[in-house]
């Protein structure tokens, strides 16, 4: 016997716990199921009213699904009721049964009862998917004509959803709009006004058409405002708002960007705006939309003045629901009207105290909105004074917002140091990672101020208030990268800080367990940099590093492992932890492209820049090759002792995944691991855009990063070389100046030196743990405080196709191609050797390949811009191919490149065809 | 564009739900109607009607012992769905005659019959109340004679 809903809702409701409620329904679940089996179709529509309301319990109901289609298939009016309804409820995203009712729908479209089209039209119109909708697209359109005007008006909703889900539909139903507007039934109106907004959504070409409506949308407006009471449509006094407002949206959208056809409506509009008072929420809801009409279309300044004023009274009223939309609708006209917003700046910061989240979260939008170079200062503050007392989520907001006002609108430097500590200190755990970069950036453009933000920062640290682990990172970075000119500074300006106290500042935060992993990375790289910075401190701060070396964390220990190695090469310390070149802004945003571009104008000027850097800075780049080689002696050593336990693992990865790895390692979680590196951070920009920016400094007449490109050019070569010769087993370390790609992860193809590699050999991995102290840099890219995992067994047995792809005037350019993937994408790895047979050497050296769309290539820089004669040596340039499409075919390419031999500029252009390589 | 129409009672329980997106599953259904009458439920009387959640935007009323929450979208005017909801009550009163929890849960079909007169595809298209309740007085006396 099967329960009543009635029953079952009593039942339910007398359960006094979760589980007994559950207990009934699976009950009463096992029953429906017994009830569907055997086609008990008396009981159906109960069955089904029962799952719907055990659908609003949350259990699933899905097994009712083919039931409903049942009863919609029924003759009777009360069964397609119900199984319409338990349709709509029920189905969750089973288009398979919705797919199977279409043609059920289309006999009840098709039905003499209005009653039943209007629920096969509701039901389309509700749960319609993209199929059923193309299919009973010309049933829509024709009941759009129907006698009747219940049915018109659910057509012309239905036909909503067609036109969203089927755009190319909209055609069919452009021409019913006009007698849909000219209908006198208010709901048909209704319809047809926002199948129109709709139809100008997916057809903006339409709009000049529906323009010529405009006269006759605001008669009716007119007579709907001018009526009296019309007892059908009163709500309060006002004749039905609703076709108002939907009259006022359509108005906005045809008044937009016309001048025209918006001082038509100036008369009404200032008509509505004045008539209605303030009391009533239907009156204020017209006003709104008027206002919000206004603000939009192309309307005279007096009535710009007027709408706004009429949401500054909406401010400054007691009901909050008004100030929100006014709020709202301010920060919607914001751009346009900033000069009368500026009278309600003290009305609107008041909104930020208000009690209420979504008020307070609308203001603070609008406050950001209203924000330039002369407010910032003031707002920003008023932003930091509500930050204390603010709820958790929303101090997340405020902070971002903060940041991102000083990063925009900062109209000095040193506002931007003292809000960006401000900041920190109060609200530091609630603000978004960047802070970092931004204090790196404007204490490395500014040089007067790097004292002033160290000292500050240092004052602060010493405050015991200020805890918050971000403020601490960045005092930290701040106070070890400025640490000599800290000092320097405080005894000319007569508050002399004694070194030692910084450093046991330093003891004291690292040794803290309050302090989080991150912070105690952060410490360690100030107490290793300021060993650079501050004579006579080794040994305090070896000390002090020293017991982190059996840290359990590991980044930590090898960290400490790492620094407290380096001490031993005074060179190569200093030179690691120099201070961070500046970052240029402007590269941050040029895009490879238009570097290209560029290149075409610039390249005569900057070619010469760069030959001269390259010469100053060549007997540098000699000595880095030269310890090069040593070191990899040195690793081929120790390269073969750890073969023997790399036998025994079988370890597959070679170098050739480093080499990988040096362009992928995008990812977040390094910037915790590799905390030197922070100041990355700046660049939020995929690695491709930041890959870009690296090889865009090709153009750039910049010394330091003409001077980080050689350097990375030597480990590139490096790299290969060790591709090259490691025949067999050899485990890739090379001394690493950071391969700095990516974000600055300066892949170290390191010195595998003592604390690695003992560790390494520790676990039988054959895990070399080199370090690279590498410097990539160049565009703002920190050290890469590079990790070379060198594990061996390099495949040499895998043939790379190579192909000579030039050779005249005696030069010879090689390729060699290796099939990669970047993130899952398929790329060419190419090296390109250039080698001279000539006498005389060349120089300027400039090669540039150009390929199909489907393709994205990104070039390194040339290894050198000379190349040597008599094949004594060789330039290589590395660049990759990564497939944006993808389609298989043989890699071509055009390439030019362009070289001077004994003053002559010789250039050359040519498609490469007919390569080795299917991509 | 409405989103959704909930209708709860002050404990939390749904007592109504019609969606006008697809494609939800019912577990995540069920987070979102606890989550975002959770939040309402907390507010205060004197706080907006209006309440900012992921990409929605709820906006609720209070009547006696049940909340009423449509979730919208950018677009559309809130306070028109503030007198939306009112009249959807008042034409639910008129129809159940001092509408109550049980009225609905009862009648859970006529309930969604008013609904459907009144909205379809999240937009609004009758707010008469005579009209929205003509076509289910006529189903009402069919039925009748039909016993």
């Not at chain 1, 609708?329 to 930020?352: A, E, M, Q, W, Y």
């Not at chain 1, 070890?480 to 910084?502: A, M, R, V, Y």
Request: hydrophobic letters at 35%; charged letters at 25%; proline letters at 3%.
């Amino acid at each position: 016997m099967s329960l009543k809903l009635h029953d079952l809702i009593t039942k339910v409701r007398e359960s006094s716990t979760t589980s007994s409620t559950r207990e009934i329904i699976s009950q009463e679940c096992v029953q429906i199921r017994n009830a569907f089996r055997k086609e008990d179709t008396k009981n159906r529509p109960r069955n089904i009213s029962k799952l719907i309301y055990i659908d609003f319990l949350g259990f699933p109901t899905d097994f009712g699904q083919v039931e409903c289609l049942k009863l919609i298939a029924q003759p009777s009016y009360v069964c397609k009721r119900i199984g319409y309804l338990g349709l709509s409820v029920l189905l969750t995203e089973n288009e398979e049964v919705l797919f199977m009712s279409t043609n059920i729908i289309r006999s009840d479209l098709a039905s003499e009862n209005k009653f039943i089209v209007a629920l096969a039209l509701s039901s389309l119109g509700n749960i319609g998917s993209v199929e059923m909708l193309r299919d009973l697209a010309p049933e829509v359109e024709k009941l759009l004509k129907s006698q009747a005007a219940y049915i018109r008006k659910k057509a012309a909703l239905t036909a909503i959803r067609t036109i969203r889900f089927v755009p190319e539909t909209v055609d069919r139903f452009v021409g019913c709009v006009k007698s849909l507007l000219s209908d006198k039934n208010h709901g048909v109106v209704l319809g047809g006004l926002q199948l129109l907004v709709e139809i100008l959504k997916i057809e903006p070409k339409t709009i000049s058409e529906f323009r010529k409506l405009v006269p006759g949308l605001l008669r009716m407006l007119k007579s709907l405002v001018d009526a009296g009471y019309a007892p059908e449509y009163d709500f309060e006094g006002v004749t039905d708002p609703f076709l108002q407002v939907y009259i006022l949206k359509l108005l906005r959208i045809l008044g937009q960007d016309s001048k025209k056809y918006s001082n038509q409506m100036i008369d009404i509009l200032t008509q509505v705006g004045t008539s209605s008072g303030l009391n009533k929420n239907v009156e204020n809801c017209i006003l709104y939309e008027s206002v919000s009409t206004i603000l939009t279309i192309d309307s005279p300044n007096r009535l710009r003045v007027t709408a706004i004023n009429t949401l500054s009274k909406f401010l400054t009223g007691k009901d909050n629901n008004m100030k929100y939309v006014a709020l709202n609708t301010l920060l919607k006209g914001v751009n346009k009207d900033s000069k009368s917003l500026k009278r309600h700046r003290k009305v609107i910061v008041k909104c930020l105290r208000d009690k209420d989240i979504s008020i307070r979260r609308r203001a603070l939008d609008l406050v950001f909105g209203i924000m330039n170079k002369k407010n910032v200062k003031e707002l920003t503050q008023e932003l930091l004074d509500c930050l204390p007392k603010a709820e958790h989520d929303f101090r997340f907001d405020i902070t971002a917002k903060v940041c991102t006002a000083i990063e925009r609108f900062s109209p000095d430097d040193q506002w931007q140091i003292d809000t960006l500590v401000q900041v920190l200190t109060i609200g530091g755990q609630y603000i978004r990672d960047d802070v970092i970069a931004i204090m790196t950036h404007v204490t490395g453009r500014n040089r007067g101020l790097q004292y002033y933000a160290s000292k500050k920062l240092y004052n602060s640290l010493l405050d015991d208030r200020y805890r918050n682990q971000k403020f601490i990172q960045v005092a930290a970075w701040v106070i070890g990268e400025f640490g000599d000119i800290l000092l320097k500074k405080s005894i000319e300006e007569n508050e002399p800080i004694d070194p030692s106290q910084i450093i046991d500042l330093c003891q004291i935060i690292i040794t803290s367990s309050r302090n989080e992993d991150l912070t105690k990375y952060f410490v360690l790289n100030t107490l290793i940099k300021l060993s650079t910075r501050i004579e006579g401190y080794n040994e305090p701060i070896k000390e002090i590093i020293k017991p982190f070396m059996k840290h359990v964390n590991i980044e930590i220990q090898q960290r400490a492992c790492e620094y407290f190695r380096l001490f031993e090469d005074k060179e190569l310390l200093v030179f690691s932890f120099d201070r961070i070149p500046v970052k240029d802004d402007n590269l941050e945003t040029q895009k490879i492209e238009e570097i290209e571009e560029n290149s075409n104008q610039n390249r005569n000027t900057n070619t010469k820049v760069q030959e001269n850097s390259n010469n100053q800075l060549s007997p540098n780049n000699n000595n880095n090759q030269n310890k090069n080689k040593q070191e990899e002696n040195e690793l081929n050593l120790m390269g073969s002792n750890i073969n023997i336990s790399q036998n025994q693992t079988q370890e597959s990865s070679s170098i050739e995944n480093l080499l990988q790895l040096d362009f992928s390692n995008n990812n977040n979680q390094n910037v915790n691991k590799q905390t030197t590196n922070t100041q990355n951070q700046q660049s939020n920009q995929s690695t491709e855009d930041f890959l870009s920016d690296i090889f865009g400094t090709n153009n750039n007449p910049n010394r330091s990063v003409n001077n980080t490109q050689n350097i990375q050019n030597n480990n590139i070569q490096n790299v290969m070389d060790l591709l090259g010769t490691g025949k067999g087993n050899g485990t890739g370390m090379g001394r690493g100046n950071g391969f700095g790609m990516g974000k600055g992860n300066g892949t170290g193809m390191g010195r595998g030196n003592g604390a690695g590699m003992e560790r390494g050999n520790g676990t039988g991995m054959g895990r070399g743990n080199g370090t690279g102290m590498g410097r990539g840099n160049g565009t703002g890219m920190g050290r890469g405080n590079g990790i070379g995992m060198g594990r061996g067994n390099v495949n040499s047995q895998k043939k790379n196709p190579s192909a000579v792809i030039y050779n005249q005037d005696g030069l010879k350019i090689q390729m060699n191609f290796k099939l990669v993937s970047v993130n899952g994408t398929p790329a060419a790895m190419i090296q390109s050797t250039f080698t001279n047979s000539t006498q005389t050497q060349m120089t300027g050296l400039f090669f540039q390949v150009a390929v199909p769309k489907h393709l994205q290539v990104q070039m390194a820089p040339p290894s050198s811009k000379i190349i040597p004669p008599n094949n004594n040596g060789k330039v290589t340039q590395t660049f990759r191919i990564i497939k944006k499409q993808n389609i298989k075919t043989k890699l071509t390419m055009m390439t030019r490149i362009q070289f001077k031999i004994n003053g002559m500029p010789i250039s050359k252009q040519q498609e490469v065809k007919n390569l080795p390589l299917i991509f | 564009m409405i989103k959704f129409i909930l209708i709860v009672n002050k404990l939390g329980q749904t007592r109504l739900a019609q969606y006008y997106t697809t494609g939800l599953s019912i577990n995540k259904r069920v987070a979102l109607e606890n989550e975002i009458t959770r939040r309402c439920l907390s507010r205060k009387d004197k706080e907006c009607s209006f309440l900012e959640f992921r990409d929605l935007k709820v906006i609720y009323r209070r009547y006696a012992s049940l909340f009423f929450l449509v979730g919208v979208d950018e677009e559309e005017n809130e306070l028109g769905i503030l007198e939306f909801i009112h009249c959807l009550v008042e034409t639910l009163d008129k129809y159940f005659e001092n509408v109550c929890e049980l009225d609905l849960m009862f009648n859970i079909d006529k309930a969604y019959m008013i609904l459907d007169e009144m909205a379809l595809n999240g937009n609004i298209i009758e707010t008469n109340k005579k009209n929205i309740i003509a076509p289910l007085h006529i189903i009402d006396q069919v039925s009748k004679k039909l016993k």
